[in-house]
């Protein structure tokens, strides 16, 4: 791997130099050092493209949707124009798009939806391994009498227990909320089986792919989800949320929303005047991950190929990243690594890691990396049933380390002779 140039190491070009050119924000300087953005999981840094089509928008098309004149017809165009784009992203058509404020709100709009038709004694099943968001707002529907079970872990490499979700699933289970990726340490679900699972008992799947977006291509119609929720933050865009809904789903289901709102999908699922200028930024963002994938292979033609030889590429290289941040890690004294650790098993994860060193508190560990301009976190990033699970909620949580494609093996090595200064201060 090089950071110098193009790294063909897997067969998969990343051009590094040309990914990290398209973020200013990588030129951070923290008291004489670069800044390395470790913290991806919290929200990722965004390329020029993204800021670009932001400001153009506001520039050229600033006004409300549905009017009768240029800047809200361009509006309108602009809105279409994104949908289609997240449309391919998802791999779905355009009107099973809905875009929002963030992942957490559509979350409890379509919990609160869903909610209206379910009666007491139904049940819901969530997991120990998700973030909050996507389980306060369907544990809110304890309210109606909706009965809430919980998948566990295996503890040992915090993979979801199957056998535990066959045993919890029955007839009564309406909806399985699952997470896609882990945003604490980083296991991949595996979501296709645990929806054929869910759908043979007659309930819906409600992915939370936020995570997993800047790690995977996402296919819903591989994985026949009934429903999958991101954050472009995560991936390279604006603070905003999307969800794809299965069409009859979103005919169906009634949302709640003002009279004057038309009741066509998606528009009836989208309350009130939405964040347009960074509507206009996701497009750009989703484009962005096609650029590095016609970069990495230009054979690719469609944007759809695009996008998935933009995830060949990046995943290979954060693979490389993370099998050389565990083999550091190990070598350092005190550290224990949640989850995944095997380099075989690479596959079920992304790369984010969390971990303790001794009885340092996270914390402090956070804010030693931070003076020095490597950014991590630390606590329990809302993982809350996870930290709880496995017993470190009440000692600071863990720390996390969050790498995604504009990091470099630089960055990594940096990273870690910090934490051995740390462990021997
Ligand atoms: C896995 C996961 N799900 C859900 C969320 C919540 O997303 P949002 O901030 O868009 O509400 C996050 C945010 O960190 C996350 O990491």
Redesign the pocket.
């Known amino acids: 791997m090089s950071t110098a140039g193009v790294d063909r190491s897997a067969g998969n070009a990343l051009d590094i130099n040309w990914v990290r050119a398209q973020f200013p924000s990588l030129q951070t300087q923290v008291n004489g050092h670069p800044a390395a953005f470790l913290d991806g999981?919290?929200?990722t840094q965004v390329p020029t493209q993204v800021m670009h089509a932001i400001q153009s928008y506001l520039k050229t098309s600033n006004a409300n949707t549905c009017g009768a004149f240029l800047t809200s017809r361009r509006t309108d165009e602009m809105i279409a124009a994104a949908r289609t784009t997240m449309a391919g992203f998802f791999h779905c058509e355009r009107d099973e798009v809905v875009f929002g404020?963030?992942?957490?709100?559509?979350?409890f709009a379509i919990s609160r939806a869903i909610g209206r038709e379910l009666k007491g004694g139904d049940e819901i099943l969530l997991t120990v391994l998700?973030?909050?968001?996507?389980f306060s707002p369907w544990k809110a529907l304890e309210e109606k009498g909706v009965v809430i079970r919980q998948v566990d872990i295996r503890e040992e490499d915090c993979t979801l227990d199957l056998a535990d979700l066959k045993n919890k699933l029955n007839e009564k289970t309406r909806l399985v909320a699952v997470?896609?990726?882990?945003?604490?340490v980083g296991t991949i679900n595996p979501v296709a089986e645990i929806t054929r699972m869910a759908h043979a008992a007659g309930a819906m799947v409600y992915v939370?792919?936020?995570?997993?977006a800047p790690h995977g291509l996402i296919d819903v119609k591989a994985l026949d989800c009934d429903f999958l929720?991101?954050?472009p933050?995560?991936f390279f865009g604006p603070?905003?949320?999307t969800l794809y809904g299965k069409r009859p789903h979103l005919q169906n289901f009634r949302p709640y929303k003002v009279r004057p709102c038309t009741e066509q999908i998606p528009d009836r699922w989208e309350t009130g005047t939405q964040v347009q200028e960074l509507i206009a930024g996701i497009g750009a963002a989703v484009d962005y991950i096609a650029e590095v994938g016609r970069r990495s292979n230009p054979a690719a033609t469609t944007r759809r190929e695009a996008l998935a030889a933009a995830y060949r590429a990046t995943v290979a290289y954060e693979r490389r990243l993370v099998t050389r941040l565990f083999e550091g890690l190990q070598a350092i004294p005190g550290v224990r690594i949640y989850g995944i650790t095997d380099p075989k098993r690479f596959e079920e994860r992304c790369s984010t890691i969390s971990l303790r060193i001794g009885k340092h508190h996270p914390t402090a560990i956070a804010t030693f990396l931070g003076e020095r301009g490597i950014f991590t976190w630390d606590g329990n990033?809302?993982?809350l049933n996870l930290t709880e699970r496995l017993g470190v909620e009440s000692q600071g949580g863990m720390l996390r380390i969050g790498l995604v494609h504009y990091n470099t093996m630089e960055e990594v090595e940096r990273l870690l002779t910090a934490l051995r200064e740390f462990t021997t201060k």
Request: glycine fraction near 8%; charged fraction near 10%; aromatic fraction near 14%.
């Open positions: 999981p919290a929200g404020q963030n992942m957490t709100t559509i979350t998700d973030h909050d968001a996507n997470g896609y990726a882990s945003n604490a939370d792919a936020v995570h997993y929720v991101c954050s933050y995560k603070h905003m949320g990033y809302y993982a």
